[in-house]
């Protein structure tokens, strides 16, 4: 049984913006804090952000501070990824990721997404 989903992933010039989505059940959502992370070719995996479950403190990477911003509907059971200005460089899979805390997410989460495609072009 998929537990994670990720969904809106795409081709976008640089300088533009695209909007990610991640599908989890109700369970996942409502004990835990969600994230999102990142993998680029050739390079190691890397974490974007996270939001904790009940009152939606963020944490984010200083790579993307002022230009992505997560949040999540819990009675929707998703969470999302709003990523404005994008540069060639971010071109990457990207995940969602879930685990007990910010700072757990941020550096081993405990259940993974099995990813969508982000091609930034110039």
């Known amino acids: 049984q998929v537990q994670l989903v990720e969904s809106g992933g795409g081709l976008v010039q640089a300088g533009g913006s695209l909007r990610l989505s991640c599908v989890g059940s109700?369970?996942?959502?409502?004990?835990?804090?969600m994230g999102w992370f990142r993998q680029a070719p050739g390079k190691e995996r890397e974490f974007i952000a996270a939001i904790s479950r009940s009152f939606g403190v963020t944490t984010y990477a200083d790579a993307v501070k002022g230009r992505f911003t997560i949040s999540r509907d819990n009675a929707k059971n998703t969470v999302y990824l709003q990523m404005n200005s994008l540069k060639p460089d971010e071109t990457a899979v990207y995940y969602c990721?879930?685990?007990?805390?910010?700072?757990?997410?941020?550096?081993?989460?405990?259940?993974w997404g099995q990813g969508t495609q982000v091609t930034v072009s110039s």
């Open positions: 109700g369970y996942i959502f409502s004990t835990l804090t």
């Open positions: 990721a879930a685990g007990p805390s910010n700072q757990a997410v941020s550096a081993r989460p405990d259940y």
